[in-house]
């Protein structure tokens, strides 16, 4: 290593000499620089090396260009650069490509690479770079647009994108990419053509072929790309870039016409032929009042809305139900003075609604939204009757069940003990929490204190521990709330060997112990000593307020020592530097 070290450092000798000769650098600075950058190079040829020790010799060598070019600029010397920078900035490249290939998925790495070579005209290195991090990074089809826009050559941008299609033929980022450099290319043609056409020049001497202007290589692009991608997303997606400049009629037409033509069985071309129905023109004269442009906006929707009928006769699934219902959903929570464009949306999204459920495609999370319009328009059985026929779709999802039940909690509904039962029997026990949750609060609130405790007695008897001890810790609380003290410390002697348990249980107990008028020391030495025998080994800051408590009014310091010494002994692994550092924190009286 020292051999490798050492002659790397006799390579940049000639360009330190050529420093100190033309004065840019005193001798003494040239030393300085050797005895850091040898530093840097044997962190660089370490067994285990760090791509920081990269970052950081690179800025370096960086920073000692920007030094030697303010250097020159103060002494006006501009001679030598071949002898002094060239030497640093291949270098700097050279330590850039060793970086990049150890730490291959580090994009940034790369563009800081690339920014480099843009800052000090290296742009030929450009190329290589992006050509080498297309190969690994498909999705950062940006190389292609620098070559073009930086370096004004649309031959190495499409060689870039065609290189990155050789090593990722079915990418669609690196072929919508393409298509929008082509267009690019197409458009700065056009730009070029026209000004020297006003500037009255002989077009003699450039070539300005009518396909090419017309953007026939962005449709090349987009015939190969749609022959190997076949999503009507993706043709979306190259139509919404080919309709960002103004000369692609022709192509966008093109595209339209093979959208409608080969994707009708997907839900994306419907609802994107839907959507386009609102860019449609009004009426001028219509539009000068707010209700002529509600009743201008309600007849766009309205055509938007026979499209998607169109499209739910020909495919009716649930992605083209789901595309109807987020359109209508969202024109519904458009804000409008106009009552009348209120009720018709409303209108409209509750009959899709209705009649996705009818054919089993509504989607989950649509009949939250379709409760809460129910609801808040005032139709209670209409909302009784939609939670219910919810969990019957989704008879297994606990979301479902927990949206109908708190819908039937509101309208108070009798029905809803039953209800309970039923959720509790469809759902997987494992995801049930949720529910005994809101039983618990539906019963506390609306039944008797014997309901509610059998509620909490048959929660105990879980065999999911986390409802088993859920429900234990209500249970405290519970019992706190409506029997006081007493009944709580029963409830907690009753519970505490029963298992699961929870620190929170334990935890609680001690709260409430402190909560009274006059605690009893020796009922929260049994608690903290409960609770540790369970979670000592792995939660310092128990032990801690353990301690916290012997040196409070109620305690005796004199425990403390015994109580460090049992914390030291239990616990385990990095537990217990955590405890000797939050410890020491405590007896200097910052913690």
Known sequence: MAEIVQQRIEDRIPELEQLERVGLF????????????TALEYKLHRLIVNKEDFIAYI?????????I??????IHYQFKREEIEYPIIHRINSIFKRATNKWKDDVQLWLSHVAFCKKWATKSQISKVFSAMLAIHPDKPVAGNVELEDRNSSESAR????????????????YQEYFRMELLHCEKLRKQKIQLEQAQMDLGEYEFSPEILSGKLAEVVYKDATGKIKEAEFVISLLNIAAIFDFTKDLQDSILQDLQTNYTDDSSTWDFMAKRELEAPGAGEELQTAKGRASDINRREERCCQVYEEGVKSLNTEP?????????????????NVQELKEKRQERLLGVLQRAHDCSLLKENYYKNWLQILLSSGDAEGAASVAMTATQRYSQSVTMWSLSLQTLMELGSRDIGRCFQD???????????????????????????????AILKRGLLSAVPAVAMEMKECYLDWSY???????????????????????????????????????????????????????????EDLWLQYIREELGPLGQPENCGKIHWRAMKFLEGESVERFISKHALLQTGHL
């Open 26 to 37: 005193t001798k003494k600075e040239v030393k300085s620089i050797i005895k850091r950058v």
């Open 59 to 67: 800025q370096y060598e960086i920073n000692v260009l920007e030094l």
């Open 69 to 74: 070019k303010k250097r020159r600029a103060h």
């Open 159 to 174: 060689h870039l994108f065609l290189r990155a299609l050789r090593f990722h033929p079915n990418d669609k980022k690196v």
């Open 320 to 336: 083209m139900w789901t595309c109807y219902v987020a359109f209508l959903l969202e024109r519904m929570k458009r804000k409008t």
């Open 423 to 453: 959720a509790l029997k469809h759902v997987n026990p494992k995801e049930s929490l949720p529910l005994w949750q809101l039983q618990f609060e539906w019963s506390k609130a609306s039944q008797s204190a014997e309901e509610t405790e």
């Open 481 to 539: 709330s409506t029997g006081g003290y007493k009944k709580a410390r029963k409830t907690f002697t009753s519970l505490q060997e029963n298992r699961p348990l929870s620190k929170e249980f334990f935890t609680r107990m001690i709260q409430i112990e402190k909560e009274q008028e006059n605690p009893k020391m020796n009922y929260l030495r049994d608690y903290y000593e409960r609770v540790l025998q369970e979670f000592g080994t792995s939660n």
